[in-house]
Nanobody
Framework: QEQLVESGGDSVQAGGSLRLSCAPS??????KAWFRQTPGKGREGIAA???????IYDDAVKGRFTISEDNAKNTLFLQMDNLNSDDTGMYYC??????????????WGRGTQVTVAS
């Protein structure tokens, strides 16, 4: 199985935006997703996308984050807008799982760090 690689993490001011990328995002059989691990918490699912392109969001990011996929470029994206300090953490992409259930995912990237300064 291919190694997923995230990119796009950075330090930004509160209210700012970032776009994370994950490649290769091949035609996996099940869902693809973004997870994050914030200080003091375990890894949690924040956005997932079905094979048909339907998105699923955790309430913490709904309305601010957008998950999408460019099949031609084999890349998964996470557009993050109106960032706040609670969004600070390590962000991971994952593939071949179900919805936002961490234990179901078979493939993981190594993460990219997002830091939001208030």
């Amino acid at each position: 199985q291919e190694q997923l690689v995230e990119s796009g993490g950075d330090s930004v001011q509160a209210g700012g935006s970032l776009r994370l990328s994950c490649a290769p995002s091949l035609n996996h059989r099940y869902y693809k997703a973004w997870f994050r691990q914030t200080p003091g918490k375990g890894r949690e699912g924040i956005a997932a996308i079905t094979r048909d392109g339907a998105p699923i969001y955790d309430d913490a990011v709904k309305g601010r984050f957008t998950i999408s996929e460019d099949n031609a470029k084999n890349t998964l994206f996470l557009q993050m807008d109106n960032l706040n300090s609670d969004d600070t953490g390590m962000y991971y992409c994952a593939a071949n799982g179900y919805s936002l259930a961490e234990s179901t995912y078979r493939q993981w990237g190594r993460g990219t760090q997002v830091t939001v300064a208030s």
